[in-house]
């Protein structure tokens, strides 16, 4: 193999020990482990940065790049995947409605890894439903090392398309139709969107400034991104954050390793603090 990758079709140099950088980089900082098959990817998405940035070649590109700098933001905003959608993986919105009229009030609940938005929303939503109110006690804290998805989060406006799977009762009550140039676009309505605040947390910071307790920590479809030493940190900084009687929301293909936490499994990638580390029997 030549010593660049796939040299000759690329416009920009792009060697093994780049992606080696930015590998370490973002395994580093974000925690975000990339294995060698997302080559291909990395290259198209940091390439739009150097085109931006006027650099010539991935090594003097990384050789600017300071961490915490706004490029640095750039960089990282580029190398986050966010596929999220509307009430995905349902069953967790079915179960918290169940469990929100007897947690204590306020009842405040971390979407740590909300993306574009979608998933605080329809939190919103379920507690709208649940209190039959647009003002319900709950309040969502969203938070995404992402800057651009923040901003697509807070602005609430959606592709019709995107919003009708989640049936045309919610779309009247919660959103508003776009009109003219909004036309086939929708927006969140203003009293959901004053009960989620969105602010950058990067999961790997030391120090959250997240206020306890929390009813409910929903950390969806983002630890499949670090890896397990990173998982098991993570989890453990959610311990004394959780109310006795609050939930953890995992990804369907997140979980705890038994015995490794002190939370009970309850089924469908729901935990429960374990009764020893502060639950009533
Ligand atoms: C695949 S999306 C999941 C979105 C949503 N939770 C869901 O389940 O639909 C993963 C999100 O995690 C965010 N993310 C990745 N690393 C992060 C970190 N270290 N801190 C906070 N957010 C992170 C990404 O920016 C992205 O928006």
């Known amino acids: 193999m030549n010593d660049a990758?796939?040299?000759?079709?690329?416009?920009?140099?792009?060697?093994?020990?780049?992606?080696?950088?930015?590998?370490?980089?973002l395994h580093q900082n974000i925690g975000i482990s990339l294995s060698a098959v997302?080559?291909?990817?990395?290259?198209?998405?940091?390439?739009?940065?150097?085109?931006?940035?006027g650099h010539a070649n991935f090594a003097s590109y990384l050789e600017a790049l300071a961490v915490g700098s706004a490029e640095w933001e750039q960089f990282v905003?580029?190398?986050?995947?966010?596929?999220?959608s509307f009430f995905r993986e349902p069953h967790h919105?079915?179960?918290?409605?169940?469990?929100?009229?007897?947690?204590?009030?306020?009842?405040?609940?971390?979407?740590?890894?909300?993306?574009?938005?979608?998933?605080?929303?329809?939190?919103?939503?379920?507690?709208?439903?649940?209190?039959?109110?647009?003002?319900?006690?709950v309040r969502i804290l969203a938070?995404?090392?992402?800057?651009?998805?923040?901003?697509?989060?807070?602005?609430g406006v959606y592709e019709l398309e995107a919003a009708q799977a989640?049936?045309?009762?919610?779309?009247?009550?919660f959103f508003l139709r776009g009109k003219g140039r909004q036309q086939g676009r929708v927006r969140v309505r203003s009293e959901l969107?004053?009960?989620?605040?969105?602010?950058?947390?990067?999961?790997?910071?030391?120090?959250?400034q997240i206020k306890a307790p929390l009813a409910a920590i929903f950390c969806r479809n983002v630890m499949i991104y670090f890896d397990r030493d990173t998982?098991?940190?993570?989890?453990?900084?959610?311990?004394?954050?959780?109310?006795?009687?609050?939930?953890l929301f995992l990804g369907h293909s997140e979980t705890i390793r038994a015995g490794s936490l002190p939370f009970d499994n309850e089924g469908q990638t729901i935990f429960a603090l374990a009764r020893a580390a502060g639950r009533a029997a």
């Not at 989640?166 to 009550?173: F, K, V």
């Not at 969107?193 to 959250?208: G, K, M, S, T, Y």
């Not at 993570?234 to 609050?246: C, K």
């Open 93 to 137: 919105f079915v179960r918290l409605a169940q469990l929100l009229p007897s947690l204590p009030r306020p009842v405040t609940i971390w979407c740590t890894a909300s993306s574009t938005g979608e998933e605080p929303y329809s939190l919103a939503i379920t507690a709208a439903e649940a209190f039959d109110s647009l003002s319900p006690p």
């Open 38 to 53: 997302k080559t291909e990817l990395v290259y198209s998405r940091v390439s739009r940065r150097l085109r931006v940035t």
């Open 166 to 173: 989640m049936g045309r009762q919610r779309l009247e009550r």
């Open 5 to 25: 990758v796939g040299a000759g079709e690329r416009e920009f140099d792009f060697r093994p020990a780049d992606f080696e950088r930015i590998r370490g980089l």
């Open 193 to 208: 969107q004053r009960l989620v605040e969105f602010r950058q947390i990067n999961l790997l910071d030391p120090d959250w």
């Open 77 to 84: 905003n580029a190398l986050t995947t966010n596929l999220t």
């Open 143 to 155: 938070s995404d090392v992402d800057t651009n998805v923040l901003g697509t989060a807070r602005a």
């Open 231 to 247: 998982q098991h940190r993570l989890l453990s900084r959610f311990v004394p954050l959780l109310h006795p009687e609050g939930r």
